[in-house]
């Protein structure tokens, strides 16, 4: 449900931002019904709750499924999108937790470093000097989010270096490489003889010996294709607030060096410029959003039946959209305005939190002699259909915002205190650059949930 809200709230506020879209056989996924909610026994639930426990990682234990609800949502399968598949190979499906992509520009916050250093980054020190983690992950998601290819593949290589739970992949639908907790042991070299067969082709098929760093490279191309492709629509690098903030993070490890050609900005069709889009709906920053938090709850003790009329707990139907549509640009003082300020940005939150699913799918023999692909002459990447979707758009809960009001501020003040300690070698080696990508097909589905 909140997916539907989501891209009518992106469809109202930035018109050139569309989340319904049409894959290549014209049909709309958007109008397809493949999730739903469903009802179940509760005995069911109970079961289920109990049997899939010991599957969980350890840190998420402290969730525990709502067994008395008797509702769950059906989804497709999509580690294993099978009217897709066009041969017998099994379909890889990448699954990513991009994280915030954008820094919140210095006139919202009171620390300096905020506007220098993403949260992710920030975070990664709180969570390994708090055992979460044992490694520090060296991802960025301004990376990912950057456009720019070499950023990308140094951010998609570093979630593979140290995936916590930003990654897992997946092959025919079994996971085949994911770290469930800080003990869980990672084993790269598994999952470079799980891609390799999808990797040697063409020349590399009969004679070529291909080193682990050439699959590794072309799985990143690959993946990266994905997330960047439009569908060959009229996209062009996103046009907003991208070129006024702050690109790159202090923290990242990325030899901006490397990458001063310029960066292209994501396609505005791609799944990463939506999620930033969506990101970056409301650039308000926690501190700055508190005050109106802290003016709701004042109105709510006063008059606490309207806590269904700002709709606090949803539902995120029409009347809730028309809300936000009415609200006045400027503080006006009202509450009315407080809430949707806080709505927006819990909206934001969602789109921070939420997965990308890209499945994987092999092109069959058949398909590659019509299309008379290149790779056969030697070229890299082999053929790909990708099919993206977006996961995750839990609605966050309106109590939330004091809560992560002192995780934000928890986080920050550790990060000051702890990263004058920071090694600077960190890093053990770039990636090696991968040559420029081929066209693929890619189907984007945006789903209600
Ligand atoms: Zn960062």
């Known amino acids: 449900m909140l997916a539907t809200v989501l891209s009518a709230v992106v469809t109202v506020q930035n018109p050139q931002v569309g989340i319904a879209d049409t894959s290549p056989d014209g049909i709309n996924p958007g109008s397809l019904l493949i999730q739903e909610v469903v009802k179940l026994p509760l005995e069911f639930v109970r079961q289920l709750s109990i049997k899939v426990q010991h599957e969980r990682p350890g840190w998420r234990c402290d969730k525990v499924i709502d067994i008395y609800s008797g509702c769950a949502l059906s989804l497709p399968n999509l580690t294993y999108p099978v009217l897709h598949l066009s041969t017998h190979t099994p379909p890889l499906c990448v699954e990513i937790k991009p994280k915030w992509g954008f820094l919140p520009s210095s006139k919202h916050v009171s620390k300096d470093i905020k506007s220098k250093v993403c949260r992710f980054c920030m975070y990664q020190l709180y969570k390994v000097a708090t055992g979460k983690w044992k490694k520090r992950s060296l991802y960025c998601p301004l990376d990912l989010f950057s456009g720019n290819k070499q950023r990308m593949h140094f951010a998609i290589r ?3 270096e140290e995936p916590q739970n930003n990654l897992k992949i997946f092959k025919g639908g079994q996971c085949i490489y994911s770290r469930k907790d800080s003990d869980d042991s990672l084993d790269l070299n598994s999952l470079l003889h799980h891609l390799r067969p999808y990797f040697l082709q063409g020349n590399n098929r009969f004679n070529c010996h291909m080193t682990n760093k050439a699959v590794l490279n072309d799985f990143i191309q690959v993946l990266m ?35 001063r050609q310029g960066s292209q900005g ?130 966050k809960p309106f109590d939330s915002i004091l809560y992560q009001l002192r995780l934000d501020q928890t986080i920050v003040s550790f990060y000051l205190q702890t990263r004058s300690a920071l090694p600077e070698d960190s890093v053990s080696s770039h990636p090696t650059i991968c040559a420029a990508p081929e066209k693929e097909e890619c189907t984007l589905l945006f789903h209600p949930v």
């Open 266 to 395: 994501l396609p505005g069709d791609s799944v990463l410029s939506r999620i930033l889009q969506t990101q970056m709906l409301d650039m308000r920053d926690i501190e700055e959003l508190y005050p109106l938090y802290h003016r709701v709850e004042q109105h709510l003790q006063d008059f606490p039946k309207q806590r269904a009329r700002l709709h606090i707990e949803g539902p995120y139907n029409k009347e809730f959209l028309e809300m936000l549509q009415k609200c006045p640009a400027e503080d006006d003082g009202s509450v009315e305005y407080a809430a949707t300020k806080i709505h927006q940005y819990l909206i934001t939150k969602t789109a921070k939190d939420c997965s990308i699913m890209v499945a994987l799918v092999p092109s069959s023999d058949k398909e590659e002699e019509d299309e008379g692909y290149s790779w056969r002459r030697g070229s890299r990447p082999p053929p790909f259909t990708s099919l993206v979707s977006i996961l995750d758009l839990d609605p």
């Open 158 to 160: 570093q979630l593979i």
């Open 225 to 259: 294709n994905a997330l960047l492709s439009s569908e060959g629509r009229e996209g062009g690098p996103v046009n907003d607030r991208h070129a006024e903030r702050q690109s790159y993070c202090d923290a990242s490890l990325f030899n901006k060096e490397r990458s």
